[in-house]
């Protein structure tokens, strides 16, 4: 925007068709001030040019009446189409004038406030919230700083999430591998293991282990059990396979 001129705006496409109660659908009204005048067009119809903007009511739809008069009128532009490549425009012009007296009562903010208004807004007059937050682009630099983690997975209410990780050598510089949760692989590690074995045919010449089950205080409740398979060879018993199950 110049000091006393409103800018030119460049012929804006519809992304909706025109309507009868003046409504404009494009992709940004941004570009665009309550009376401003503009200019439709569309392929086969007359341009209309003596209309301006009578109410921008969000990002993307405004209105339009003939130019001067009631606010609240309204063009009829139903005729220009997304299909007939309807589009709205603007020449630079001068800025309307407003009153003292209005431009009072515009920023004058009722009790129990009682005062002038100052506040940011975006560029649709919408004051920044939560919902609409002030946006920022800006480049950090952090030195040494300390950061608060939280990373008790078992009693935090929100834990931080950590990939947790190991080298094949043990280097930093060696191949990494996820650590993964693996109950069996953690009794078997684990430095309080205890191994209870079951016998078949005990105290024969066939005594032979049928199971082992592992346990350990640091995974209590969990006990990881190996049954082992047989079949008999002549006289001898040997060994097939083993299944592993956590019971």
């Known amino acids: 925007m110049l000091e006393k001129r409103l800018v030119a705006v460049s012929p804006q496409s519809f992304t909706a068709n025109g309507g009868a109660d003046g409504l404009i659908t494009v992709s940004d009204t941004g570009l665009f001030k309550v ?48 299909a007939l490549n309807a589009k709205i425009s603007a020449n630079e ?51 040494d700083i300390k950061v608060d983690v939280d990373l008790d997975g078992f009693t935090a209410v929100d834990p931080d999430s950590v990939q947790i990780t190991g080298s094949q050598d043990g280097t930093k510089t060696g191949t990494k591998f996820g650590v993964v949760y693996n109950r069996r692989q953690q009794v078997l590690a684990s ?7 079951t016998y078949a045919d005990f105290g024969t010449k066939n005594q032979r282990i049928v199971r082992v089950e592992y346990t350990s205080a640091t995974f209590p409740g969990t006990t990881v059990r190996r049954d082992f398979n047989y079949t008999l060879d002549g006289n001898r018993y040997i060994r097939l396979n083993s299944l592993w199950t956590i019971v």
Do not use: C, W
């Not at 920044?128 to 630099?141: M, R």
């Open 35 to 82: 009376k401003q005048e503009v200019i439709v067009t569309a392929d086969m119809l007359q341009n209309i040019d003596s209309i301006e903007i009578k109410r921008i009511s969000s990002a993307t739809e405004m209105f339009i009446g003939p130019k001067g008069g009631n606010i609240n009128a309204r063009t009829n532009i139903s005729a220009y189409t997304v």
């Open 93 to 143: 012009q001068k800025r309307p004038s407003i009153p003292f007296e209005e431009f009072t009562r515009a920023v004058y903010e009722e009790e129990p406030t009682v005062a002038q208004r100052s506040v940011l807004v975006d560029k649709y007059g919408n004051k920044y919230d939560d919902s609409n937050p002030l946006p920022v682009n800006a480049s950090v630099s952090i030195g």
């Open 191 to 197: 430095h309080d293991r205890i191994d209870t074995y």
